[in-house]
Protein backbone atom coordinates (compact mmCIF):
# COMPACT_ATOMS: atom_id res chain seq x y z
CA UNK A 1 0.00 0.00 0.00
CA UNK A 2 1.53 3.01 -1.18
CA UNK A 3 0.21 6.43 1.46
CA UNK A 4 1.09 9.68 0.10
CA UNK A 5 2.92 11.89 2.03
CA UNK A 6 1.14 14.32 3.98
CA UNK A 7 1.31 17.88 2.19
CA UNK A 8 -1.02 19.97 3.71
CA UNK A 9 0.45 22.79 1.99
CA UNK A 10 0.15 21.55 -1.16
CA UNK A 11 -3.80 20.80 -0.14
CA UNK A 12 -4.23 24.32 1.12
CA UNK A 13 -2.79 25.82 -1.84
CA UNK A 14 -5.03 23.56 -4.65
CA UNK A 15 -8.10 24.50 -2.20
CA UNK A 16 -7.00 28.57 -2.72
CA UNK A 17 -6.21 28.01 -6.48
CA UNK A 18 -9.23 26.73 -6.98
CA UNK A 19 -11.12 29.67 -5.25
CA UNK A 20 -12.34 27.61 -2.69
CA UNK A 21 -13.98 29.06 0.73
CA UNK A 22 -13.06 27.47 3.51
CA UNK A 23 -11.59 27.54 7.20
CA UNK A 24 -8.88 25.37 8.31
CA UNK A 25 -9.87 23.62 11.45
CA UNK A 26 -8.37 20.60 13.58
CA UNK A 27 -5.32 19.69 14.19
CA UNK A 28 -4.04 21.77 11.98
CA UNK A 29 -5.52 24.94 12.80
CA UNK A 30 -4.11 24.19 16.88
CA UNK A 31 -1.08 23.71 14.92
CA UNK A 32 -0.83 27.20 13.22
CA UNK A 33 -2.08 28.70 16.62
CA UNK A 34 0.86 27.47 18.48
CA UNK A 35 -0.15 23.66 19.72
CA UNK A 36 2.61 21.35 19.76
CA UNK A 37 0.80 18.12 18.73
CA UNK A 38 0.99 16.32 15.47
CA UNK A 39 -2.26 15.59 13.04
CA UNK A 40 -1.95 13.31 10.15
CA UNK A 41 -4.82 15.33 8.30
CA UNK A 42 -5.48 18.32 7.33
CA UNK A 43 -9.27 19.64 8.71
CA UNK A 44 -11.36 22.33 6.57
CA UNK A 45 -14.93 23.39 7.29
CA UNK A 46 -16.49 24.67 3.75
CA UNK A 47 -18.99 27.04 2.23
CA UNK A 48 -22.19 25.22 0.51
CA UNK A 49 -23.11 27.46 -1.82
CA UNK A 50 -23.76 25.88 -5.50
CA UNK A 51 -20.57 28.30 -6.78
CA UNK A 52 -18.25 26.75 -3.92
CA UNK A 53 -19.25 22.99 -4.37
CA UNK A 54 -18.21 23.59 -7.73
CA UNK A 55 -14.81 24.72 -6.43
CA UNK A 56 -14.66 22.47 -3.94
CA UNK A 57 -15.73 19.47 -6.35
CA UNK A 58 -12.88 20.82 -8.83
CA UNK A 59 -10.62 20.87 -5.88
CA UNK A 60 -10.87 17.56 -4.99
CA UNK A 61 -10.44 16.19 -8.29
CA UNK A 62 -7.30 17.89 -8.85
CA UNK A 63 -5.87 16.17 -5.64
CA UNK A 64 -6.93 12.89 -7.01
CA UNK A 65 -9.43 12.31 -3.90
CA UNK A 66 -10.69 9.21 -3.06
CA UNK A 67 -13.02 8.51 -0.27
CA UNK A 68 -10.63 7.10 2.71
CA UNK A 69 -11.55 3.94 4.48
CA UNK A 70 -14.78 3.03 1.66
CA UNK A 71 -13.69 -0.25 -0.14
CA UNK A 72 -12.67 0.27 -4.36
CA UNK A 73 -15.80 -0.74 -5.83
CA UNK A 74 -18.14 1.44 -4.07
CA UNK A 75 -19.50 4.13 -6.35
CA UNK A 76 -18.66 7.69 -5.96
CA UNK A 77 -19.35 10.19 -7.88
CA UNK A 78 -16.79 13.59 -7.10
CA UNK A 79 -19.01 16.30 -8.23
CA UNK A 80 -20.97 19.60 -6.72
CA UNK A 81 -24.37 17.39 -6.40
CA UNK A 82 -22.81 14.97 -4.95
CA UNK A 83 -20.93 17.32 -2.07
CA UNK A 84 -23.90 18.87 -1.79
CA UNK A 85 -26.13 15.73 -0.96
CA UNK A 86 -23.46 15.10 1.81
CA UNK A 87 -22.01 16.99 4.43
CA UNK A 88 -18.80 15.70 6.26
CA UNK A 89 -16.24 13.70 3.59
CA UNK A 90 -13.18 11.96 4.46
CA UNK A 91 -10.88 11.50 1.99
CA UNK A 92 -7.64 10.09 0.60
CA UNK A 93 -5.48 12.91 -1.79
CA UNK A 94 -2.14 13.04 -3.35
CA UNK A 95 -1.15 15.07 -0.72
CA UNK A 96 -2.62 13.58 2.33
CA UNK A 97 -6.11 12.62 4.36
CA UNK A 98 -8.04 15.82 3.49
CA UNK A 99 -11.68 16.06 5.55
CA UNK A 100 -14.26 17.99 4.51
CA UNK A 101 -16.84 19.09 7.12
CA UNK A 102 -20.03 20.94 6.04
CA UNK A 103 -21.37 20.95 9.86
CA UNK A 104 -17.85 20.49 12.18
CA UNK A 105 -19.08 19.21 15.83
CA UNK A 106 -20.49 22.49 17.92
CA UNK A 107 -20.77 24.85 15.39
CA UNK A 108 -23.22 26.17 12.85
CA UNK A 109 -21.05 25.46 9.72
CA UNK A 110 -19.08 27.42 7.22
CA UNK A 111 -20.56 31.12 8.21
CA UNK A 112 -20.17 30.41 11.83
CA UNK A 113 -16.54 30.32 11.82
CA UNK A 114 -16.01 32.35 8.99
CA UNK A 115 -17.48 34.92 10.84
CA UNK A 116 -14.25 35.39 13.44
CA UNK A 117 -11.52 33.48 11.79
CA UNK A 118 -8.11 35.09 11.24
CA UNK A 119 -6.31 35.14 7.65
CA UNK A 120 -3.19 33.47 8.08
CA UNK A 121 -0.27 34.19 5.39
CA UNK A 122 1.39 30.63 4.59
CA UNK A 123 4.28 30.77 2.23
CA UNK A 124 3.20 33.05 -0.42
CA UNK A 125 -1.13 32.90 0.03
CA UNK A 126 -3.37 32.97 2.63
CA UNK A 127 -5.93 31.07 4.37
CA UNK A 128 -9.08 31.91 7.12
CA UNK A 129 -7.60 29.67 10.49
CA UNK A 130 -10.62 29.05 13.16
CA UNK A 131 -10.45 31.46 15.79
CA UNK A 132 -9.16 30.00 19.07
CA UNK A 133 -12.32 30.11 20.89
CA UNK A 134 -14.01 28.65 17.70
CA UNK A 135 -11.64 25.74 17.72
CA UNK A 136 -12.11 25.16 21.50
CA UNK A 137 -15.73 24.98 21.44
CA UNK A 138 -15.72 22.42 18.51
CA UNK A 139 -13.19 19.99 20.35
CA UNK A 140 -15.17 20.56 23.77
CA UNK A 141 -18.67 19.56 21.56
CA UNK A 142 -16.73 16.50 20.03
CA UNK A 143 -15.35 15.30 23.46
CA UNK A 144 -13.23 12.59 22.16
CA UNK A 145 -10.45 11.72 24.40
CA UNK A 146 -7.60 13.00 21.76
CA UNK A 147 -9.77 16.50 21.69
CA UNK A 148 -10.16 16.39 25.94
CA UNK A 149 -6.16 16.49 25.56
CA UNK A 150 -5.88 19.16 23.10
CA UNK A 151 -8.52 21.19 24.93
CA UNK A 152 -5.66 21.56 27.65
CA UNK A 153 -3.05 22.71 25.34
CA UNK A 154 -5.24 25.10 23.22
CA UNK A 155 -6.77 26.69 27.05
CA UNK A 156 -3.04 26.94 27.77
CA UNK A 157 -2.52 28.84 24.26
CA UNK A 158 -5.44 31.04 24.88
CA UNK A 159 -4.03 32.19 28.85
CA UNK A 160 -0.93 32.65 26.75
CA UNK A 161 -2.02 34.99 23.93
CA UNK A 162 -4.19 36.72 26.06
CA UNK A 163 -1.60 37.69 29.12
CA UNK A 164 0.89 39.13 25.75
CA UNK A 165 -2.04 41.18 25.29
CA UNK A 166 -2.32 42.92 28.36
Not at 43 to 62: K, Q, T, V
Not at 96 to 109: E, R, Y
Amino acid sequence: MNVPAFDPLGALQTLVAQGVKFVVIGGIAGRLWGSPSVTNDLDICYARDPENLEALAGALSHLQARLRGAPEDVPFVLDAQTLGAGANFTFETDAGNLDCLALPAGTDGYEDLARSAELVELDGFSVHVVALDDLIRMKRSAGRPKDRIELEVLGALRDEIEAEEH
